[in-house]
């Protein structure tokens, strides 16, 4: 008899971290499902992003565990192990980290060619296809500084997808965009989402998250104070601070 499939992508049990004597991480709790969309939201410096950086390493934590797809994030393992542990997370940031000297067609093929081993030719007409699916086939040759904001956003969830990562990490991908430009990239997310990706969104975007996710955590002061699915969170907020934050929220 092997283990029984887990239905969790992501679980974190009593995660801590710490930067010096700064707890930024306190005693995590919570599992994000396959197929589940997930958006986690708080105050500045909560402790979101740090939260959403451990799950890909990009952040180690200093106590409990950390599963991703049945493989413990934080053991010891060597480079090669990382990155290919990487390569299957899908992580889209706030800026959006394209290589400025490569066209927005070699900036999805390259990973898929160099980490994976794709044939060029392949790894060539996924990425156009990817570059469709976000809306951006006629900008294949363009450079990122060729690109609005939102296409270059467009392109990096792309490149994320060009790996087939069984889940999206989202830290807050739309803040440094212009207003105009925040909604194509929802929508990108929207499209994700309908397609049963498993996702992970720091994100302010509240009309998202009501309308996208299927479960919200509010984090505080490191903490995740309540996890609830959206009517439930934006109706009726159970934590003080939970109904501080939405009240803030609504008289902006």
Known sequence: MGQPESSNMIAFSNVNKWYGDYQALTNINAEVKKGEVVVVCGPSGSGKSTLIR?????????????????????????????????????????????????????????SPVHVRGAKRTEAREKAMQLLERVGLAAKAHSFPAQLSGGQQQRVAIARALAM????????????????????????????????????????????????????????????????AEPEAFFGNPQHPRAQRFLSDLRSH
């Open 164 to 227: 087939e990562p069984p889940a999206m990490l989202f830290d807050e991908p739309t803040s440094a965009l212009d207003p105009e430009m925040v909604g194509e990239v929802l929508a990108v997310m929207r499209s994700l989402a309908a397609d049963g990706m498993t996702m992970m969104c720091v994100t302010h975007e509240m009309g998202f998250a009501r309308e996208v996710a299927d479960r919200v955590w509010f984090m505080d002061a490191g903490s995740i104070l309540e996890s």
């Open 54 to 110: 451990t799950v890909n390493r990009l952040e180690e934590i200093k106590s409990g565990e950390l599963m991703f797809d049945g493989q413990s994030v934080h053991a010891p393992m060597s480079s090669a192990q990382l990155n290919r542990l990487r390569s299957r997370i899908g992580f889209v940031f706030q800026s959006f980290n394209l290589f400025p000297h490569l066209s927005a067609l070699d900036n999805v093929l390259l």
